[in-house]
């Protein structure tokens, strides 16, 4: 069995945690992927891989090894550039975990720009308000939305995320719209469970940082369904600017407090570790970043 070829399979099961996957990606059988990686055992004469019931995990001295073998990798990727062979192409599958409501509004439509320079990457998207676990569900890459708290995984802030204060005019038909954010206890609103705590929210203004804490009858863990609560009439909520565009260009949803903005959130691309990124995900994450170029997320 070629060599580079066992290489090859031991280092990108490595940074995809999946044998299916990468026999996808190189285009041969999952058992193929496997003889490859027996054989790198066999060269090397040591084990790479444990397995429980849900997670492949490499072994001590696969960790160590693998510096060693992507470095001969990267080094044949120079010598056939150099040579003027094609350099490899990003390809095969990439898992990403993503907000369901940033993905449907912000991310797909950029997507075909993506496709048309890398068609041979086939996205694999799960789409969630909740956070995932990277590593469990075997996501290369996830893209998160807020403080995030400390980890060992690795982030890269890619955009921000403006938020408003809205309610549809049947709501406010009857009522005081609020003036100032301490006029939001009189009024039911809406809570993101996302976050926590959800029922405080923080605003900046010329007049300082103020934290109100909110409550409502209504708490919901999406902010699509957000959305639509707030068209139903049902209270008042904080939302991404990203949404409810067209109900207020339309004059159904009034943007409320606007001396007064909710806190920007930081928008995040994170992965395990760097060393272990697929061409793939490097060209993924080198696309964020071209496209939001760190400012605000906004709808096409």
């Not at 309610?167 to 406010?172: G, I, Q, T, V």
């Not at 006029?183 to 940082?209: A, M, N, Q």
């Not at 207020?248 to 806190?263: H, K, N, S």
Request: charged letters at 30%; one cysteine or more; a neutral charge.
């Amino acid at each position: 069995m070629d060599r580079i070829d066992a290489f090859r399979a031991f280092a990108r099961v490595i940074e995809t945690g999946n044998f299916t996957a990468v026999a996808r990606e190189l285009g041969v059988s999952q058992p193929t992927i496997s003889k490859r990686v027996a054989a790198a055992e066999d060269y090397f004469g040591c084990r790479l891989f444990s397995r429980t019931t849900r997670k492949l995990h490499p072994t001590t001295d696969a960790v160590r090894l693998y510096e060693h073998v992507r470095r001969v990798l990267d080094a044949l990727e120079i010598a056939e550039a150099q040579s003027g062979r094609p350099r490899e192409e990003p390809a095969g599958e990439l898992r990403i975990a993503a907000p369901s409501s940033f993905s449907r509004v912000v991310l797909i439509p950029k997507l075909e720009r993506f496709r048309a320079r890398y068609p041979l990457v086939r996205l694999d998207l799960h789409l969630s308000e909740q956070v995932v676990d990277l590593i469990a569900e075997g996501m290369e890459l996830g893209i998160r939305i807020g403080e995030l708290p400390s980890s060992s995984l690795v982030a890269r802030r890619i955009a921000s995320a403006d938020r408003r204060i809205a309610a549809a005019e049947r709501y406010l038909a009857g009522r005081a719209a609020p003036r100032m954010p301490e006029d939001l206890v009189d009024h039911d609103c809406i809570t993101y469970t996302g976050f926590k705590p959800p029922e405080r929210w923080v605003f900046d203004s010329d007049f300082g940082r103020r934290a109100i804490d909110v409550s409502g009858a209504l708490a919901i863990d999406n902010a699509d369904a957000i959305a639509e609560a707030v068209k139903a009439g049902l209270g008042v909520a904080l939302l991404p600017s990203w949404l409810l565009s067209r109900e207020v260009a339309e004059g159904r949803v009034r943007v409320l407090l606007p001396d007064f903005t909710p806190t920007v959130l930081p928008i995040h691309v994170i992965y395990s570790d760097r060393r272990w990124l697929s061409l793939r995900a490097r060209s993924f994450i080198t696309f964020l970043v071209e496209e939001f170029g760190g400012g605000p997320a906004r709808e096409p």
